[in-house]
């Protein structure tokens, strides 16, 4: 969607999102974060973490970074973090998904829930989210896409058109993110509320092709 429409849907979503749309998603996002695991000092990327809501919920074992676009959302998370006295959050910052401003492979995980079908050049930012992640490293995804049929996908079609003012896209394709070059797909499965969301964890591999070509092995 288009960045300043991000930018204001969500200065408006900040103050009522964990009660609403949050709230909604909860379920999802625990069944993500229990897919984030790794030894002691793991580094975590969570990139879109807008107000927070995953952050008590990840490993206090491991070194967590959040960026979100949203100053809003943002400052959110960080009343959460002293709120809650979150010793594994390293630190919060402001960022565009687009050009994540971190060296190539900083992250042995990189989390990214219900954020692909808000952010502009949702290609760019797969390819960020490559980028910085370690060779053999995860990206653990949860997010709502297209349905090719069934009454989720008329819904989603009859709402795709309003993605700038609720603040994402409802009819996104999930080949976005099979598509992308460097991944390999390890699990994918629906995930609450009624199988509306999906869970993929995908692995960085150096492999030239995406996560969706049947000549990749699977997990
Ligand atoms: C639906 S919220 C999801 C927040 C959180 N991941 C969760 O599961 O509750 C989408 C988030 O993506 C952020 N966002 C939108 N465009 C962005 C961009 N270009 N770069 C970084 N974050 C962006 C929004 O500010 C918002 O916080």
Redesign the pocket.
């Known amino acids: 969607m288009d960045?300043r429409a991000?930018t204001t849907v969500?200065a408006r979503?900040a103050p009522i999102?964990d009660q609403t749309?949050?709230a909604i998603?909860q379920a999802a996002?625990r069944a993500a974060v229990r897919k984030v695991t790794g030894p002691e000092g793991t580094r975590v990327l969570?990139?879109?973490?807008?107000?927070g809501?995953?952050l008590p919920l990840l490993p206090r074992h491991m070194k967590v970074t959040g960026?979100?676009?949203?100053a809003e959302?943002l400052a959110q998370a960080r009343r959460r973090v002293d709120r809650m006295n979150l010793p594994h959050i390293e630190s919060l910052r402001q960022?565009?998904?687009?050009e994540l401003g971190f060296a190539d492979a900083s992250f042995d995980r990189v989390v990214?829930?219900?954020?692909i079908s808000?952010?502009?050049e949702p290609e760019r930012?797969m390819r960020e989210m490559v980028r910085v992640l370690k060779p053999g490293g995860q990206l653990i995804m949860?997010n709502h896409f297209a349905k090719k049929q069934g009454p989720l996908a008329h819904l989603s079609k009859r709402t795709a058109k309003f993605a700038d003012r609720i603040?994402?896209h409802s009819d996104f394709d999930i080949s976005v993110v099979l598509d992308t070059p460097g991944l390999r797909l390890l699990e994918r499965r629906a995930l609450p509320p009624v199988g509306m969301m999906t869970l993929l964890v995908l692995e960085r591999s150096d492999a030239p092709t995406p996560a969706n070509d049947p000549a990749q092995p699977r997990g």
């Not at 990214?112 to 954020?115: E, L, Q, T």
């Open positions: 960045p991000a969500y979503w999102y749309f949050g998603t996002r969570e990139v879109g973490v807008g107000t809501l995953s960026v979100d676009y949203s959302m960022m565009d998904a687009r990214a829930m219900h954020m808000v952010v502009p930012v949860s603040g994402w």
